[in-house]
């Protein structure tokens, strides 16, 4: 896809990383399933030059789908992809089963500086 060759360029090509991180995030038992309700701030951050003078371009994304998943009970991952708009990740949703974490990004794909504030935990 054209999303997985931007991928593969940023990670040779260019010096290119991003910053996610979870703001806020509610998993609520809803009948047979759960509703999730989740806000992710997304960055893309690119650095120009090297060492000491090198700078770094921060750009808030829109309009990429990002990979969001959902680990239920007995640790099996659902991934929905969602649409970044102006650098924010939404998700509000009701899935069937019982949904323990969220976590953006949870197959790794983007080169990213922080995981740590990925996800609930």
Known sequence: TDEARR????WF???VVYDF???SAALVPAGVGTRVT?????????????GASSLERAT?????????????????WRVLH???VHGVV?????????????????ERVYLEKDRSNNSTR
């Open 7 to 10: 991928v593969v360029r940023e």
């Open 13 to 15: 090509a260019e010096r």
């Open 21 to 23: 991180a979870l703001d």
């Open 38 to 50: 989740a806000r992710f701030r997304v960055t893309q951050l690119a650095f120009d030059g090297q």
């Open 60 to 76: 808030p994304l829109n309009d990429v789908e990002l990979p969001v998943g959902l680990r239920d009970a007995q640790g099996a």
């Open 82 to 84: 969602v649409r970044a």
């Open 90 to 106: 939404a998700l509000d949703t009701v899935v069937t089963g019982r949904v323990e974490r969220v976590e953006i990004d949870p």
